[in-house]
């Protein structure tokens, strides 16, 4: 496809975005979304942290009922934002925070299933690596294998808030492509000292790579893959407490 005019050049995704105020998926003008940002995967999360959270709370996105507001934390100015599901929907929503509204800084929070023996049900785990099933990567690497970490700053930050919080761990992850896995993955991953398994950080740490932004994941250990063991609604509120205090100081002072 040609350009729209003689100066243009050649149409991109980005030239797309640049021509409207909102994007396909986030109906906010240019403005209204902070720098920086808390991404949970469910929209109602989202709500939930904006109203528990936040000050002067403006939300600026319902389209498909993927929530995302702006307001202030602690006098500084945040924004919150659902994602979805798996790393495809996380995608695009990071691609145009971070291309479209000028997002520096992004923080996943959510759940996860603890791996290990150590990750046990409502313990935090924060995201060094982020390893995947998936083959998104490949189609930017050449096929080469590519290894997306958390921003140093960012996760420095985290741990400064939790050191002296129980069962908080730091390590690598793994972001997969299915939520009801029938191979033997979960062993494989054990054997690597993998903590946990979500959906959704792979992208988050990757697409940040790309554009030179800066990410980091907080997670809570809402069931274990091994043991089967879930947290009951009492003690996952708690814990979602803990994990978006931590999340909230490390986007101030990361």
């Known amino acids: 496809m040609q350009g729209w005019g003689p100066k243009r050049g050649p149409f991109t995704p980005a ?3 640049a021509e409207f105020m909102s994007t396909p998926h986030i ?3 240019k403005g209204d979304i902070a ?3 808390l991404l949970p995967g469910d929209p109602l999360r989202a709500k939930w942290i904006a109203d528990t959270y936040m000050s002067d709370v403006v939300q600026y996105n319902a389209v498909r009922n993927m929530f995302g ?3 202030t934390y602690k006098g500084e100015r945040v924004s919150v934002q659902g994602t979805g599901m798996g790393l495809p929907s996380l995608s695009i929503y990071v691609n145009e925070l971070f291309d479209h509204f000028g997002v520096q ?3 996943r929070i959510g759940t996860c299933g603890g791996l290990l023996e150590k990750t046990k049900v409502g313990d935090v785990i924060l995201a060094m690596t982020a390893s995947t099933d998936s083959n998104i990567n490949r189609r930017f690497t050449n096929d080469l294998d590519f290894a997306p970490h958390a921003d140093f700053k960012l996760l420095l930050a985290a741990y400064e808030a939790s050191k002296n919080l129980p069962n908080v761990h730091i390590g690598g992850i793994a972001s997969m492509d299915y939520f009801y896995d029938e191979t033997d993955a979960a062993q494989k ?3 690597h000292g993998v903590l946990g398994i979500e959906m959704e950080a792979n992208q988050l ?3 940040a790579a790309r554009k030179n932004r800066r990410a980091l994941t907080v997670l809570t250990v809402s069931d274990h893959v091994i043991t089967h063991e879930s947290m009951s609604s009492t003690d996952r509120e708690k814990s979602l407490t803990t994990m978006a205090e931590i999340a909230f100081t490390a986007l101030l002072n990361g």
Do not use: H, K
Request: proline letters at 0%; aromatic letters at 14%; hydrophobic letters at 50%.
């Open 15 to 17: 030239l797309w975005l």
């Open 189 to 191: 991953l054990i054997a």
């Open 27 to 29: 109906s906010a003008n």
């Open 205 to 207: 740490y990757s697409i």
């Open 69 to 71: 507001y702006t307001g």
């Open 35 to 37: 720098e920086r940002i």
């Open 105 to 107: 800084t992004a923080i």
